[in-house]
RNA sequence: GCCGGGAUGGCGGAAUUGGUAGACGCGCUGGACUCAAAAUCCAGUGUCUGUGAGGAUGUGGGGGUUCGAGUCCCCCUCCCGGCACCA
């Protein structure tokens, strides 16, 4: 056996053994329970980066654990293939889209098989090729002739110079980011999922999900946002026809305390009343300037203007002013909303500005009301009606019921539940997609595209400039005929949603082959749910809903079964590196990568400088943060392999902290794990160089030797939980830490003692096996020649090991720790009680007294209260 | 702004069901080996106090429940993720 650890020979031996074996080839015909292991496919972004090393890692170490546990194991990879960074990348490079991705895609492929990763190769799917979006655009096909699919104006933000729709990272303050110009929102025509047809299913599912982390489904149900509440007219008359301001409110209780409504600058109302006031058109004006996303509306002014309409309160009758409000968007509900200044903190913002009145319908006991400053209590549902007519002295439910049944009577209104989830707009005017398969026809309107013209392939050659959608200047690729007139007609030039394409892979990969349909139903079947999903938590609401909205739309034209798509979810935390930089004379920041720093300690390791290693002079010290590009302090996985190797860097990952917390970069981090596996690898090579003996089996053992085997078998024990039911690789990792730690001041020689040495580091080469295969592979070999590890089991504890007569138990004095006792484990209680009186600690603390009160928690400790 | 998380030694983290706070690793200090260094091995390492045994104190801040709180409850601060066209 080589006598020092060189990682390079043998993960390349063992990957090339693997592949020879096709060890990792999920098999259909297995009679074994099927395990599918799916972790999140990436964006080709250029070259992996530590995110998804942690990713593929943790996705690896549980699907190769589950094999060793007896599953039939399918982990498959593919390509999330279209999207922005590949048009940006051919604006800056001038290449096309597609040779970029390809490359990337060859590159990270070679990547991550240097990661020793146990993937099904074979079933690769690349969501950017027509083999893929075909079936796609085949589905797309089949709900818009269901009315999943529709069409309707939607907003987006509109760069005026540059002539294009942006995308929101692409509006920095305000501006565009390639042009500078103020960004304006503007109304176009989009096709739409109708993803709140499911909002019911998708919500109630939830609970279907006990695999699911309880924040995950917390956010996808306020996302989803049922809310039971009253939608209600304002009447009005114009011209002298009467009209209805519709508004939805939660708050019907608090319809007596209206004292305006505010629409959205694109309500038509508020285009009418703009025709005579020009003060009021350049408002509007003003309100389409920004962005369209959410956190920047939310967070800007509140402001508005009186539109000089009203309208009539349905219950009192009494005017109440109209008002445009920036914050009110079209669009989302009826783009109006009633305001009730009182009881509500934006509304209660607005009026104290602009000097609109303020009036309490709501009374909470032991509390006052004034219009002087926002109190917690005014939103609370738990008051009662006051100033409210006929309905003072009702509560919520109460008065939301007989105010309900009032604007009924009138026509004016009903309970309503509403969903905060909104229908999802998939069209993008961008190149990099999967062609929408809609034509355009003069004469019959939107059509689809028939299934035997199927797929519509998009153009490879193509490089963009930034301005406009490259295919709308294609007339090769929009000139069509209308499949129903025969006439000519315009081939949609938009594409969909990349968010598209990454909520049916799952179910591609279960029959990634199959030409004849999305999915073979049979595979799909076999294969489906995935049983355990694993990604990064900024995922859990988009894409995690996406999909499984697409899996509810796949099972009801047939294809797959079961409501859910994936059964246990494992959300990821985020990779963190620390930031160095220098301060430009322009104010700027030089951001400068970690790996190119020597930081400097104080007596207590203490960091107080930093320097750069090129030239010797001080750099900033900047806070920890995600690893990105802007602040240069991504650290490549590559350089890390090429070092020290695979199995040390997915040892580092799953050892520096659990998987669902922030991981923080640290390089000594990364050499003490090198560490750890020079230890293992000199362990076994002592222990080989004296020959190998067989495992123990039975045999007298020495206390030392018994003691060995207790921890050997509790760490087997906690193992198996921390990789199955916990998920905790950096506790699992620890434990065989100590279990090393123990075998090396065990020193015992004997034949027997060598067999117990023999079957800990046999247990210690399983159990890492699947955090660190290739070392493993290697070392198993030479513990157990003519043996493979592949064909191995997953250790289990031996309950004879874990028998303890005696156990230490801790006595306490008023809660505080003051000593302990060696126990028989089956004394009982007065046994116990009499025991920790009689303790040293315990007398000197009762000073002659008695003991109030005695506790005793069986196997932990005792706990005098004097 | 709204929704969801998080905060424990010098650092990453452990403490799984309310029961010994700081496992394990890093760093640091001392020692062994060496001409020397690296590597490796051994010992120590929350803070304050004490010669010592020990004592006090300690899980972002403030309050509470409990025999007992890092863990449960209330309030606050700061940090992170998401907010519908980044993926």
Same mark, same amino acid.
């Given at each position: 056996?080589?006598?020092?650890?060189?990682?390079?020979?043998?993960?390349?031996?063992?990957?090339?053994?693997?592949?020879?074996?096709?060890?990792?080839?999920?098999?259909?015909?297995?009679?074994?329970?099927?395990?599918?292991?799916?972790?999140?496919?990436?964006?080709?972004?250029?070259?992996?980066?530590?995110?998804?090393?942690?990713?593929?890692?943790?996705?690896?170490?549980?699907?190769?654990?589950?094999?060793?546990?007896?599953?039939?194991?399918?982990?498959?990879?593919?390509?999330?293939?279209?999207?922005?960074?590949?048009?940006?990348?051919?604006?800056?490079?001038?290449?096309?889209?597609?040779?970029?991705?390809?490359?990337?895609?060859?590159?990270?492929?070679?990547?991550?098989?240097?990661?020793?990763?146990?993937?099904?190769?074979?079933?690769?799917?690349?969501? =950017?090729?027509?083999?893929?979006?075909?079936?796609?655009?085949?589905?797309?096909?089949?709900?818009?002739?269901?009315?999943?699919?529709?069409?309707?104006?939607?907003?987006?933000?509109?760069?005026?110079?540059?002539?294009?729709?942006?995308?929101?990272?692409?509006? %920095?303050?305000?501006?565009?980011?390639?042009?500078?110009?103020?960004?304006?929102?503007?109304? %176009?025509?989009?096709?739409?999922?109708?993803?709140?047809?499911?909002?019911?299913?998708?919500?109630?599912?939830?609970?279907?999900?006990?695999?699911?982390?309880?924040?995950?489904?917390?956010?996808?149900?306020?996302?989803?946002?049922?809310?039971?509440?009253?939608?209600?007219?304002?009447?009005?008359?114009?011209?002298?026809?009467?009209?209805?301001?519709?508004?939805?409110?939660?708050?019907?209780?608090?319809?007596?305390?209206?004292?305006? =409504?505010?629409?959205?600058?694109?309500?038509? #109302?508020?285009?009418?009343?703009?025709?005579?006031?020009?003060?009021?058109?350049?408002?509007?004006?003003?309100?389409?300037?920004?962005?369209?996303?959410?956190?920047?509306?939310?967070?800007?002014?509140?402001?508005?203007?009186?539109?000089?309409?009203?309208?009539?309160?349905?219950?009192? @009758?009494?005017?109440?002013?109209?008002?445009? @409000?920036?914050?009110?968007?079209? @669009?989302?509900?009826?783009?109006?909303?009633?305001?009730?200044?009182?009881?509500?903190?934006?509304?209660?913002?607005?009026?104290?500005?602009?000097?609109?009145?303020?009036?309490?319908?709501?009374?909470?006991?032991?509390?006052?009301?004034?219009?002087?400053?926002?109190?917690?209590?005014?939103?609370?549902?738990?008051?009662?009606?006051?100033?409210?007519?006929?309905?003072?002295?009702?509560?919520?439910?109460?008065?939301?019921?007989?105010?309900?049944?009032?604007?009924?009577?009138?026509?004016?209104?009903?309970?309503?539940?509403?969903?905060?989830?909104?229908?999802?707009?998939?069209?993008?005017?961008?190149?990099?997609?999967?062609?929408?398969?809609? %034509?355009?026809?003069?004469?019959?309107?939107?059509?689809?595209?028939?299934?035997?013209?199927?797929?519509?392939?998009?153009?490879?050659?193509?490089?963009?400039?930034?301005?406009?959608?490259?295919?709308?200047?294609?007339?090769?690729?929009?000139?069509?005929?209308?499949?129903?007139?025969?006439?000519?007609?315009?081939?949609?030039?938009?594409?969909?949603?990349?968010?598209?394409?990454?909520?049916?892979?799952?179910?591609?990969?279960?029959?990634?082959?199959?030409?004849?349909?999305?999915?073979?139903?049979?595979?799909?079947?076999?294969?489906?749910?995935?049983?355990?999903? %694993?990604?990064?938590?900024?995922? $859990?609401?988009?894409?995690?809903?996406?999909?499984?909205?697409?899996?509810?739309?796949?099972?009801?034209?047939?294809?797959?079964?079961?409501?859910?798509?994936?059964?246990?979810?494992?959300?990821?935390?985020?990779?963190?590196?620390?930031?160095?930089?220098?301060?430009?004379?322009?104010?700027?920041?030089?951001?400068?990568?970690?790996?190119?720093?020597?930081?400097?300690?104080?007596?207590?390791?203490?960091?107080?400088?930093?320097?750069?290693?090129?030239?010797?002079?001080?750099?900033?010290?900047?806070?920890?943060?995600?690893?990105?590009?802007?602040?240069?302090?991504?650290?490549?996985?590559?350089?890390?392999?090429?070092?020290?190797?695979?199995?040390?860097?997915?040892?580092?990952?799953?050892? $520096?902290?659990?998987?669902?917390?922030? #991981?923080?970069?640290?390089?000594?981090?990364?050499?003490?794990?090198?560490?750890?596996?020079?230890?293992?690898?000199?362990?076994?090579?002592?222990?080989?160089?004296?020959?190998?003996?067989?495992?123990?089996?039975?045999?007298?053992?020495?206390?030392?030797?018994?003691?060995?085997?207790?921890?050997?078998?509790?760490?087997?024990?906690?193992?198996?939980?921390?990789?199955?039911?916990?998920?905790?690789?950096?506790?699992?990792?620890?434990?065989?830490?100590?279990?090393?730690?123990?075998?090396?001041?065990?020193?015992?020689?004997?034949?027997?003692?060598?067999?117990?040495?023999?079957?800990?580091?046999?247990?210690?080469?399983?159990?890492?096996?699947?955090?660190?295969?290739?070392?493993?592979?290697?070392?198993?070999?030479?513990?157990?020649?003519?043996?493979?590890?592949?064909?191995?089991?997953?250790?289990?504890?031996?309950?004879?090991?874990?028998?303890?007569?005696?156990?230490?138990?801790?006595?306490?004095?008023?809660?505080?720790?003051?000593?302990?006792?060696?126990?028989?484990?089956?004394?009982?209680?007065?046994?116990?009680?009499?025991?920790?009186?009689?303790?040293?600690?315990?007398?000197?603390?009762?000073?002659?007294?008695?003991?109030?009160?005695?506790?005793?928690?069986?196997?932990?400790?005792?706990?005098?209260?004097?």
């Amino acid at each position: 056996m080589q006598q020092d650890y060189q990682p390079k020979n043998i993960e390349t031996a063992a990957q090339q053994y693997w592949e020879e074996q096709q060890a990792f080839r999920a098999d259909e015909k297995s009679d074994k329970r099927k395990y599918y292991c799916l972790s999140m496919f990436p964006y080709p972004s250029g070259k992996l980066h530590m995110g998804h090393v942690r990713n593929y890692t943790i996705g690896d170490v549980l699907s190769r654990f589950h094999r060793m546990k007896g599953c039939n194991v399918m982990q498959p990879m593919g390509w999330d293939a279209f999207g922005l960074p590949a048009e940006n990348a051919a604006m800056a490079n001038n290449v096309a889209p597609a040779a970029w991705t390809y490359d990337n895609i060859d590159y990270m492929r070679k990547q991550l098989k240097s990661l020793g990763l146990g993937i099904d190769w074979s079933r690769e799917v690349t969501t =950017c090729k027509p083999d893929y979006y075909r079936w796609e655009q085949w589905l797309f096909t089949r709900l818009f002739e269901k009315g999943i699919i529709y069409k309707k104006t939607a907003t987006v933000n509109w760069d005026p110079e540059d002539n294009t729709v942006l995308a929101n990272e692409q509006v %920095i303050d305000g501006r565009g980011w390639r042009s500078g110009a103020l960004v304006e929102k503007r109304e %176009i025509p989009m096709y739409f999922f109708r993803i709140t047809q499911y909002a019911e299913q998708l919500l109630a599912d939830l609970d279907q999900l006990d695999g699911w982390p309880e924040q995950v489904k917390t956010m996808q149900r306020n996302w989803i946002g049922k809310s039971f509440g009253v939608r209600f007219a304002f009447p009005y008359t114009l011209d002298g026809k009467t009209e209805k301001l519709w508004v939805y409110t939660t708050r019907a209780d608090t319809i007596m305390g209206v004292t305006f =409504c505010a629409i959205a600058a694109e309500h038509p #109302l508020a285009t009418y009343a703009a025709k005579n006031n020009p003060q009021l058109a350049v408002f509007i004006e003003e309100c389409k300037r920004g962005g369209v996303a959410e956190a920047d509306i939310a967070t800007m002014e509140k402001k508005g203007m009186p539109t000089g309409i009203s309208v009539i309160h349905p219950l009192t @009758g009494k005017q109440v002013p109209v008002w445009v @409000g920036n914050y009110v968007l079209m @669009g989302y509900g009826e783009g109006a909303v009633m305001a009730v200044p009182a009881h509500d903190e934006r509304d209660f913002g607005f009026a104290k500005k602009y000097g609109l009145p303020i009036i309490q319908s709501v009374q909470v006991a032991n509390e006052t009301f004034s219009t002087d400053a926002w109190a917690e209590w005014y939103a609370a549902k738990d008051g009662i009606c006051v100033n409210s007519d006929k309905y003072d002295g009702l509560n919520y439910d109460q008065a939301v019921d007989a105010i309900a049944a009032d604007l009924a009577a009138k026509g004016l209104g009903e309970k309503k539940v509403q969903f905060r989830l909104r229908d999802w707009g998939i069209s993008r005017q961008r190149y990099w997609g999967c062609p929408i398969l809609i %034509i355009n026809c003069p004469s019959c309107g939107d059509v689809p595209v028939p299934d035997e013209q199927l797929p519509v392939v998009l153009p490879e050659n193509v490089v963009p400039d930034g301005a406009g959608s490259p295919l709308a200047k294609m007339p090769e690729f929009y000139q069509c005929t209308c499949p129903k007139c025969g006439g000519p007609a315009r081939r949609e030039t938009d594409t969909m949603d990349t968010f598209v394409e990454s909520s049916w892979y799952y179910a591609r990969y279960a029959s990634p082959d199959c030409t004849t349909g999305m999915v073979d139903n049979a595979r799909a079947q076999l294969w489906l749910p995935v049983d355990q999903y %694993i990604g990064g938590i900024e995922h $859990a609401i988009l894409h995690l809903l996406y999909a499984r909205f697409f899996h509810k739309l796949m099972r009801d034209e047939g294809l797959v079964q079961g409501d859910e798509p994936f059964k246990n979810l494992l959300t990821q935390g985020m990779v963190i590196a620390p930031t160095f930089y220098r301060a430009e004379p322009n104010g700027k920041k030089l951001w400068i990568n970690p790996a190119d720093v020597d930081e400097e300690t104080d007596a207590k390791g203490r960091p107080v400088a930093a320097r750069l290693r090129a030239d010797g002079q001080p750099v900033i010290i900047g806070g920890t943060e995600k690893m990105s590009k802007s602040k240069n302090n991504g650290v490549d996985p590559q350089a890390i392999i090429d070092q020290y190797g695979a199995d040390t860097a997915r040892l580092f990952m799953m050892f $520096a902290s659990p998987p669902d917390q922030q #991981l923080e970069w640290s390089d000594s981090g990364v050499e003490g794990a090198f560490r750890f596996l020079k230890r293992v690898w000199k362990a076994v090579h002592e222990h080989v160089e004296q020959g190998v003996v067989p495992a123990y089996r039975k045999g007298e053992l020495t206390t030392a030797a018994q003691a060995l085997r207790l921890q050997l078998h509790q760490t087997i024990q906690k193992i198996n939980d921390d990789y199955g039911r916990r998920k905790t690789f950096n506790t699992a990792i620890a434990a065989v830490m100590e279990l090393l730690n123990a075998l090396g001041k065990f020193g015992e020689q004997t034949a027997t003692a060598r067999s117990v040495v023999q079957e800990s580091l046999e247990a210690i080469t399983l159990l890492l096996a699947p955090i660190v295969p290739h070392i493993s592979q290697t070392l198993w070999a030479e513990l157990c020649p003519g043996s493979d590890l592949l064909a191995q089991a997953f250790p289990e504890a031996d309950p004879v090991a874990l028998v303890q007569n005696e156990i230490e138990l801790v006595i306490q004095v008023n809660g505080k720790l003051r000593g302990s006792l060696r126990v028989a484990k089956d004394a009982d209680k007065a046994m116990l009680e009499q025991l920790a009186l009689a303790h040293e600690a315990v007398q000197k603390l009762l000073a002659g007294g008695t003991a109030k009160k005695i506790v005793v928690v069986p196997g932990r400790l005792i706990n005098v209260v004097v």
